[in-house]
Nanobody, 123 residues
Framework: QVQLVESGGGLVQAGDSLRLSCAAS????????MGWFRQAPGKEREFVAA????????YYADSVKGRFTISRDNAKNTVYLQMNSLKPEDTAVYYC????????????????WGQGTQVTVSS
């Protein structure tokens, strides 16, 4: 009953920036956290960034810390991922997720997942 729709992916060159958006729709709900994960071809899905919805605490994977920034817009029920200084190794399908109850935001125990948006970074 909750839909998460990612947008903003695309094909860019190394060093460029992109901003991904994830809009929540459907059933109105309170959430504990929202996060971004990614999956590259032939690899497992991995944690990228997360944010505690109310408190605003943020979490980042070591591989993106200092380059990516997660934020949220309460009025729009939307979470963003600003990606700067993109590298070819950032190429992946990016998924957003929402957790309704307290979890470790860095792990994958979220309740809802989006369909993903492709990010491709060329060298």
């Amino acid at each position: 009953q909750v839909q998460l729709v990612e947008s903003g992916g695309g094909l860019v060159q190394a060093g460029d920036s992109l901003r991904l958006s994830c809009a929540a729709s459907g059933r109105t709900f309170s959430r504990y956290a929202m996060g971004w994960f990614r999956q590259a071809p032939g690899k497992e899905r991995e944690f990228v960034a997360a944010i505690r919805w109310i408190a605003g605490n943020t979490y980042y994977a070591d591989s993106v810390k200092g380059r990516f920034t997660i934020s949220r817009d309460n009025a729009k029920n939307t979470v963003y991922l600003q990606m700067n200084s993109l590298k070819p190794e950032d190429t992946a399908v990016y998924y957003c997720a929402a957790a309704l109850r307290g979890i470790d935001p860095r792990r994958q125990g979220y309740d809802y997942w989006g369909q993903g948006t492709q990010v491709t970074v060329s060298s």
